[in-house]
C-alpha cells in the first residue's frame, strides 16, 4: 500500500521441511516497527523454527524472510536482541565476566559493559552475585542474567523466545517491565509465550500457529472477533438453569461461564436468570480471553502430543 512504512520483519510464503516432514507450509506475517508481536502456538507447532530461519540458523525451503528488508546476516546482530528458549552461556565464567564479554561483542567499551552490566544486577537483586560462577546461580538467577545480555545493547529487535519461563510472579512482572522499557524506547518485540495473559497486557497483534499455518493473525481484537463467541461471567449463589440461550462453558465452585448461543443476547440471559431465583453478585460479558482461544485451537492437540517442541 503507498506510502505504508516498510516492516520491520517481513515473511512471505515461507516454507521450512526437513526430509519429508513439513514443519512450517506457506507462512506469512510481518511485524511492525515499534511494536510487540505475540508468535504464538502450541509445542510443535514451529515457532522455534521460524524463528531459527529468520535469524539465518536454518535455509527455509521455500520463502521469502527478511529484518530491515533483506535477510538477517551475522554482522547486523548489533541491532538484535535473541532470548533462545535453550538458554547458553559460559556457565564457569563469572557472571560479570559473561556479560563484560557479550558487551564487547556488541560494541561497548570494556568499562560501559561492566559499569552497564554492575547497575542491571543491582537492580534485578543480583549486585552480589557478580564475581560468582554463573552455575553456582539459580536457573532463574542465570535466565536474568541471560535477558540483561540479550537487552543490554538496546537492540532494534527484540525476539523473547518463552521469556518469562520458570519465573515466579514477581520476578516476572519484573522481566515485563524490562521489556516494556525497551519497547518504550523504540524496541520492536517478538515474543513467545504460553502465558495468555501476558499477551493481552503487552501485545500489539498475534499470530497463532498451528500445523505450519497461520489459524489467526491480527490485532488481539481482531482475533476475538475471528471467534464471535460471547461469553458471560457469573459470580452467583444457588443453580444455573439449563438454557437454550447459553451452554455453560466452565464451572467452579461459585463462578461459571456462559457461552452465549447464536440468537441470544446478555440482556435476555440476565432476565431469565435473576427470574430463575440465582443470586448473582458480578455479572459481566465479552469476548473470549486468548486463553479461550489457545484452548479452542490447540486443547485436543496437547492431548495427543503430550509435549515437544520445533
Not at 5 to 31: C, N, R, W, Y
Not at 247 to 254: D, E, F, G, L, W
Request: hydrophobic share 35%.
Amino acid at each position: 500500500m503507498a506510502g505504508e512504512a516498510e516492516p520491520l520483519v517481513h515473511v512471505e510464503g515461507f516454507s521450512m521441511a526437513f526430509g519429508k516432514q513439513t514443519i512450517i507450509d506457506d507462512l506469512s506475517f510481518d511485524i511492525h516497527r515499534g511494536e510487540t508481536f505475540g508468535f504464538l502456538g502450541s509445542n510443535g507447532c514451529g515457532k522455534t523454527t521460524t524463528i531459527r530461519a529468520l535469524l539465518g540458523i536454518y535455509r527455509p525451503t521455500g520463502g521469502v524472510l527478511h529484518i530491515n528488508g533483506k535477510p538477517f546476516k551475522p554482522e547486523d546482530g548489533e541491532k538484535l536482541g535473541y532470548l533462545p528458549e535453550e538458554r547458553g552461556l559460559y556457565k564457569k565464567e563469572s557472571v560479570i565476566d559473561v556479560m563484560v564479554y557479550f558487551g564487547r561483542l556488541k560494541g561497548f567499551s570494556h568499562q560501559a559493559a561492566h559499569d552497564w552490566s554492575l547497575a542491571y544486577l543491582e537492580r534485578l537483586d543480583l549486585g552480589d552475585k557478580a564475581k560468582m560462577r554463573l552455575d553456582k546461580l539459580s536457573s532463574g538467577q542465570q535466565q536474568k542474567v541471560q535477558l540483561g545480555v540479550t537487552v543490554m545493547n538496546s537492540p532494534e529487535l527484540l525476539i523473547l523466545d518463552e521469556p518469562t519461563k520458570g519465573f515466579d510472579p514477581v520476578n516476572r512482572r519484573l522481566l515485563m517491565e524490562i521489556i516494556e522499557e525497551q519497547k518504550q524506547s523504540g524496541a520492536t518485540v517478538m515474543m513467545v509465550t504460553h502465558q495468555m495473559e501476558e499477551v493481552e497486557r503487552l501485545c500489539d497483534r498475534v499470530l497463532f500457529l498451528k500445523g505450519g499455518q497461520a489459524e489467526a493473525y491480527g490485532t488481539i481484537d481482531e482475533v476475538q472477533d475471528q471467534y464471535g463467541v460471547q461469553i458471560i461471567r457469573l459470580k452467583y449463589s444457588g443453580v444455573i438453569p439449563a438454557s437454550q440461550n447459553y451452554v455453560i462453558s466452565r464451572q467452579q465452585n461459585n463462578y461459571a461461564e456462559l457461552t452465549i448461543n447464536e440468537g441470544a443476547d446478555q440482556s435476555m440471559i440476565l432476565r431469565d436468570l435473576v427470574a430463575s431465583g440465582l443470586q448473582i453478585r458480578e455479572f459481566s460479558a465479552g469476548k473470549l480471553s486468548l486463553d479461550d482461544i489457545f484452548i479452542g485451537i490447540y486443547g485436543d492437540q496437547e492431548e495427543e502430543k503430550n509435549g515437544g517442541s520445533a
